[in-house]
């Protein structure tokens, strides 16, 4: 049951190697989100999308990237990882509009060496 | 800067007892707010939610006060189990985007 699944649940990549998390949803939702979160704090919104539109944070690194090819699947890229990058990401979605709910995924845990 | 090795709020409470978790939001205009519980290497779990024509809702062993005088919100936990225990988030909204707050950790020990 299953309904905003992340994989994979946990990443080891290198400093400065490229990585690619996914997120795919079974609500049919129009809005997917992803966020960064790290120990003891609270998620920070990194970027999400309405259905095609992107919608970046204005604190977000360039070195973050999104792509949703369709409804139910998004990735985030990671281009070149640094040290600080090292955290739980969650994607969440939402109905869209205002004063709704989002369903958040177990996020994915990201180690970088 | 980042808060590195920031610590949550913690609230301890014995099984059984009810637990009271405060949230303190900045924004007026908000108009919608959440709760989530997370546990650990999970993520936020939809608990209970509020918009701002409330200032009073119950689920099933949860209530969520809302005061807008004072914009202050509160999760009420009856008869809290261990299974409880977990961190707590209270968020706020007035667009699609969710404002979280830092957290309360809740220990439930027996």
């Known amino acids: 049951d299953a309904m905003v699944i992340q994989n994979p649940r946990y990443q080891v990549t290198q400093f400065g190697k490229p990585v690619t998390l996914s997120c795919s949803q079974t609500?049919?939702?129009?809005?997917m989100y992803w966020y960064q979160q790290k120990s003891s704090q609270a998620p920070k919104l990194l970027f999400h999308y309405y259905d095609k539109d992107f919608n970046n944070e204005a604190d977000t690194p360039d070195n973050f990237q999104s792509r949703r090819p369709n409804t139910s699947f998004c990735f985030l890229d990671i281009r070149s990882p640094g040290l600080g990058d090292a955290a739980m990401y969650l994607c969440?979605?939402?109905?869209?509009?205002?004063?709704?709910?989002?369903?958040f995924g177990d996020g994915t845990r990201l180690s970088i060496l | 800067g980042e808060n590195v090795g920031l610590h949550l709020p913690t609230l301890s409470v014995q099984e059984g007892d009810n637990s009271i978790i405060n949230c303190a939001y900045s924004n007026s205009a908000s108009d919608y707010f959440i709760w989530y519980k997370q546990e650990s290497g999970k993520g936020p779990q939809f608990i209970i939610d509020?918009?701002?024509?409330?200032d009073k809702r119950q689920g099933q062993r949860v209530t969520v006060l809302l005061n807008k005088t004072v914009k202050h919100l509160s999760l009420q936990i009856a008869a809290t189990q261990p299974g409880d225990s977990a961190v707590y988030f209270c968020?706020?909204?007035?667009?699609?985007?969710?404002?979280f707050g830092t957290g309360t950790r809740l220990q439930v020990f027996p």
């Open positions: 968020a706020e909204s007035n667009t699609d985007k969710l404002i």
């Open positions: 509020i918009r701002s024509n409330m």
């Open positions: 609500l049919n939702h129009n809005v």
């Open positions: 969440a979605t939402s109905t869209g509009g205002v004063n709704q709910p989002q369903h």
